[in-house]
């Protein structure tokens, strides 16, 4: 398997494992403060991947030069999963999935800015299509308020946070120097569990751990392991092998896996009427591919 096949591969699992976060954040969202709960994830996952480090590739001083690098991206990441479970009190996992799935016009965007990278007319077709499939689901089909832009609180907080997530796809290529990528990782964790130790101070401090709903920890522990550890790695990995436009394209399988989540645990499907955006999104997805080919 070629270097750019392991990338999409990487960012396949990492579609799965993303999509449980929105169906776990919705049930926690209003249990917890969002930033008391990310600042716990952030330390879970930050010694998950130290200890994957220190057994693979070791944590050498090199990698720690100019921390600042570490600090702008945990802080970027922070912004963004505080974000996420804000918008998720209110809106619906299935439609926050949607307003995911606009990151990879926001990241081409990026991508361009920061790193020069041009879209080919297949990649600028499949991104405009995989926008404008989000934004059916999000209005749920409905023209009349598509035209008056009748966003959902939820989900307008949730896109300034999509906002700094297409902004570290590109951040990653940049500020990397060679460091591998569990190792990145590791820095941009342990910062970011720095910035919301001190922006969640007052959270953290009066939050009663004992007393939260089991459901509270099931979220905490998989958003940590399995949302943070493993997709982290993923991200970096794939972002070092692909443009940052294909990169963030794989977020267009999000809110099908959302579905498949939500009928995992009885929460039910969305109504039809969300489908054809759906399948606009695949369609953008099997276009991006296509151009790999």
């Known amino acids: 398997m070629g270097e750019q096949a392991r990338g999409h591969l990487a960012m396949l699992v990492f579609a799965a494992l ?15 403060a969002p930033a008391a709960l990310n600042a716990l994830r952030f330390a879970i996952a930050g010694a998950i991947i130290g200890g994957v480090a220190l057994a693979s590739t070791g944590l050498p001083r090199a990698a720690f030069r100019a921390p ?4 702008v991206l945990g802080g970027i990441f922070a912004v963004y999963f505080v974000l996420m479970f804000e918008g998720l009190k209110t809106a619906k996992p299935v439609s926050a999935a949607a307003v995911f799935t606009l990151t990879p016009v926001l990241s081409a965007g990026f991508g361009w800015l920061m790193l020069r990278q041009r879209l080919t007319r297949r990649i600028a077709l499949a991104l405009a299509l995989g926008a404008g499939g989000a934004l ?12 008056r832009f009748e966003v959902g609180r ?20 940049k500020l990397n120097r060679g460091e591998p990528a ?30 939260l709903p089991g459901i509270v920890w099931v979220t905490i522990f998989y958003t940590a392991i399995f949302a943070s550890a493993a997709t982290f790695v993923l991200l970096q990995y794939a972002t070092l092998r692909l443009p940052a436009a294909k990169v963030m394209a794989y977020t267009y399988l999000t809110p099908a896996w959302v579905i498949l989540w939500q009928l995992a645990i009885g929460q039910g499907a969305p109504g039809w009427v969300v489908v054809p955006g759906i399948a606009v999104t695949m369609l953008a997805l099997l276009l991006l591919l296509r151009d790999d080919r």
């Open 182 to 211: 569990v190792v990145f990782s590791f820095g941009m964790m342990v910062a970011g569990f720095v910035v919301l130790s001190l922006f969640g101070a007052q959270d953290l401090a009066t939050t009663d751990w004992a007393a």
């Open 68 to 71: 600042w690098r570490y600090a």
């Open 18 to 32: 993303v999509a449980g976060s929105f169906s776990l954040g919705a049930l926690a969202a209003n249990l917890i």
């Open 136 to 147: 059916w689901v999000i209005f749920r089909g409905d023209l009349a308020a598509m035209a």
């Open 154 to 173: 939820g989900e307008a907080i949730f896109f300034v946070g999509c906002v700094a997530h297409a902004a570290y796809t590109p951040l990653v290529r």
